[in-house]
Every structure is written in structure tokens, then in C-alpha cells.
């Protein structure tokens, strides 16, 4: 969905929780100010506060906004800087990303008592397909109740949740539920809730692709439904017309895949000034090594691939990779590949940011691990995962960085991608 698009509540009764939820089998139910909102639980004076999750640093971007800051214009993927003129009295936390892992995998357990048919799409949404679980359940809007109420009373988390006979009509409903909502947009009415919009609400039209639909007449996603598709390829391309016209109709014919498997989990650290001391590209690329490791054992998975990206204070992006024959995930052996890989690299330049990222991921379960001739039979792996423990119980700021360096990096995590 496009970021300039907005999808108000309204108050036609034709869609809404009561609404005729016959032959709407797909749910969409998304995490409200995620990020924020396991902050808040963690810290309850925090609310009714606007609470800001991101980096912190001048180069820093929002990943999560409560609704109070939301109030202020505050957005996820704004900059921090900007966030801090338009919400100068708010709370702003870094990001702490094995705390929002368990919280998501607690509320995923929720949606798996309910149906074994679950796609995450990342840690704070996914789609459900209820229709085996009606006898057992009821309906699907009575599904969505279900989940909501138990999310509220297990997790003391909130969710939107829209009720819809596609994954596309799903989440658009879930998105005009929130905060804390259910929308039914019964099969029958698909259209009518389809065609008002703007054209930004199609998945797949961003801000250049709006305006270029625009310029042609085509406000809405209505006035696109009636293109031809002749016209939609001269402003998106071939390939992205047809997709578009097809969703314009509300003909989306995609599964739920509870098979989804992420390819890579990864963390980038942009730091507040250019940096040219290898001590502090060092230190950085522990941490960030740690932030990975953390977030492959919270996930249950390995990678064989380990790859570092580098970009320039000019600008320009560098990256390099090592694939290993055994997959890992111990935060040492990616920092070892990492800092080789920086050392074979040496820019010799201002270093902007710097990013560890593990590919080829499997399940850790079913890897097998090859110990290495003279290594001890316990070593980094189960400290790490001490390490994990304490986190979870206490909060990823009581472990800090690992004693091999010393010192904190400068610099904020600021970009990081979700398992």
C-alpha cells in the first residue's frame, strides 16, 4: 500500500464489525503501533504518552509511533530529527528487537490455536484462512473477536483485524479498522468499498506510481477499473497494469502460505558523523553481529551466507559476502566473517553506515552442527544464548555489547530489517 494512503473509518453500515461475513474466509490482523505498544506494556508510565521507537541519532528513523504521537504527524519511516520538531515532548527509544520478537511469536501462537493456515508478513501482521475453523469457532467475525480478546487479555497488546474474501480486500480492512478494530467487507459489497478509493490504495502504487496515475485522470481506484489496460501500461509498465486492473476488480486469488520463509535476517547501523576509525567500524560490527545472532535464535534459524554492506559518505554502496559450509548462528563466527570482510574491503574513506545480514536461511532444528577440531564442546554458542535468556527476562540493555571490545559504538541501529 502506498504510504500517502489514508482509509478513514467512515460510517457505512455496509462494512463494518456486524457486517454479512458469508464467504469471507481470509482475516488480516495487524499489531497496532507495535513496536510502541510492547514498549508501553514494558513500561506502563509510559501510557498515554506519545511514545517513539527508532533511531535516536540525527541520521535516525522511526520504526514505530503510538497513536499519541501519531496525533503530532509523527510516521513510521520519518526521520527522527523531523519526528523531534513535530513531537519535541515525546518518549524515544532505540529499538529492542528480541523483546518485539517474543512478543510476536506469543500473538503468532494465538493465531495458530485458531487455524494451522497462518502467513506472517512480518512480526506484527499476517493473514489467517479461518474456513476449516468455523465448526469450532463460528464465523469468521466471530473468529476475529476471538482473537482480538485473547490478544488484549494474554499479550495486553492491541489489533486491528479486517474480514474479507482476499488477502488484498483483507488488509485494506484492517487498515480502515485501526487502532484496536474489526471491519467486515462482505464478498457481495467488494466493489462498493473497492471503487471510492484512491488509486494509492492498490498494493503495489507508490507515490511516483500515483501521480502517474493521476496525470492520466485516474483518481481512484474506480476511475482505474474502468481504464484500458493500454492506458495503465503507459504510466506503470506491462506487467504492474495488468496486476493493478486485476485488484481494481477485487480479483485477488492468492493462498494463505503458512510456508512464508524469510530469506535473510539482517541489522544496519547509520552512524551520527562519518567515520574513518577502524576501532569504532569494529566495535559497530560486533554489535550489529550480536543483533543478528539474537534475532536468529529468537526465530529458530541458521544462515549459511554472511554478508556485509558498507556505504560511503558519498553515497556509494559497497557490499561483500562469505558462504560457510556450515550454517550458524553465533553472533562470534559472523563478526570474524564480517571483519574480514571489512578488512579485505579497506575503503579507505569515511565509512556513512555499515550492515551484517545472514542469508540462506533453515530451520536451526533441522541443520546439523559440525564442531571444529579442538573446539570445546560448550563455547560462544551457549553463552549467546545465556545471553538470550537474560535478555528476555531483564531487557537487551543489562547484556550490552560483548566484552571483546570494550566501549559502546557510536551510532544508532536505525534501519533494521524484520524477521
Known amino acids: 500500500m502506498g504510504r500517502s494512503q489514508s482509509l478513514p473509518r467512515g460510517d457505512d453500515p455496509r ?222 509498465g506491462g506487467a504492474s497494469a495488468t496486476h493493478l486492473h486485476e485488484l481494481a476488480w477485487g480479483r485477488d486469488p492468492r493462498r494463505v502460505s503458512p510456508e512464508h520463509v524469510e530469506k535473510s535476517i539482517g541489522a544496519e547501523l547509520t552512524f551520527d558523523v562519518d567515520v574513518v576509525d577502524p576501532t569504532e567500524i569494529r566495535r559497530a560490527l560486533l554489535a550489529l553481529a550480536e543483533k543478528v545472532g539474537a534475532r536468529l535464535r529468537g526465530a529458530g534459524q541458521v544462515g549459511r551466507t554472511v554478508s556485509l554492506k558498507v556505504r560511503l559518505a558519498d553515497f556509494r554502496t559497497v557490499n561483500r559476502s562469505r558462504t560457510l559450509g556450515v550454517p550458524t548462528d553465533t553472533a562470534r563466527e559472523m563478526f570474524d566473517i564480517a571483519w574480514a570482510l571489512w578488512t579485505a574491503l579497506d575503503p579507505g574513506e569515511p565509512v556513512r553506515l555499515v550492515g551484517v545480514r545472514v542469508e540462506g536461511l533453515a530451520a536451526a532444528g533441522e541443520t546439523p552442527r559440525q564442531l571444529t577440531l579442538g573446539e570445546p564442546e560448550r563455547g560462544w554458542r551457549e553463552a549467546e544464548a545465556v545471553a538470550d535468556a537474560a535478555a528476555a527476562r531483564f531487557g537487551r540493555s543489562v547484556i550490552g555489547p560483548a566484552s571483546l571490545l570494550g566501549k559502546r559504538h557510536r551510532g544508532r541501529d536505525e534501519n533494521p530489517s524484520r524477521p
Do not use: N
Request: charged share 25%; proline share 8%.
Open 15 to 236: 462494512f463494518g464489525p456486524d457486517a454479512d461475513d458469508t464467504g469471507c474466509r481470509i482475516l488480516h490482523v495487524d499489531m497496532d503501533a507495535f513496536f510502541a505498544s510492547v514498549e508501553v506494556r514494558r513500561r506502563p508510565e509510559l501510557r498515554g504518552r506519545p511514545v517513539v521507537v527508532g533511531g535516536i541519532g540525527p541520521r535516525g528513523v522511526v520504526s514505530s509511533a503510538s497513536y499519541e504521537a501519531r496525533r503530532y504527524g509523527v510516521r513510521s519511516a520519518m526521520p527522527t530529527a523531523r519526528a523531534r520538531a513535530l513531537c519535541p515532548h515525546a518518549v524515544y527509544l532505540p529499538p529492542d528487537f528480541p523483546q518485539y520478537t517474543a512478543a510476536s511469536r506469543a500473538v503468532m501462537r494465538i493465531f495458530r490455536d485458531v487455524t494451522p493456515l497462518v502467513e506472517p508478513l512480518s512480526l506484527d501482521e499476517a493473514f489467517l484462512d479461518v474456513a476449516g475453523a468455523r465448526r469450532l469457532f463460528g464465523a469468521p467475525a466471530e473468529i476475529a473477536r476471538l482473537i482480538r480478546r485473547r490478544v488484549a487479555e494474554e499479550q495486553r497488546l492491541t489489533c486491528s483485524v479486517g474480514v474479507a474474501s482476499s488477502k488484498f480486500v483483507a488488509k485494506l480492512g484492517s487498515t480502515r479498522a485501526k487502532p484496536d478494530g474489526l471491519l467486515v467487507v462482505p464478498a457481495a459489497w467488494v466493489l462498493d468499498f473497492l471503487h471510492p478509493l484512491p488509486v494509492g490504495a492498490l498494493w503495489g502504487v507508490g507515490e511516483r506510481s500515483a501521480e502517474a496515475l493521476r496525470r492520466l485522470g485516474l483518481a481512484s481506484v474506480g476511475d482505474l477499473a474502468e481504464a484500458p489496460v493500454g492506458l495503465l501500461r503507459r504510466a506503470v
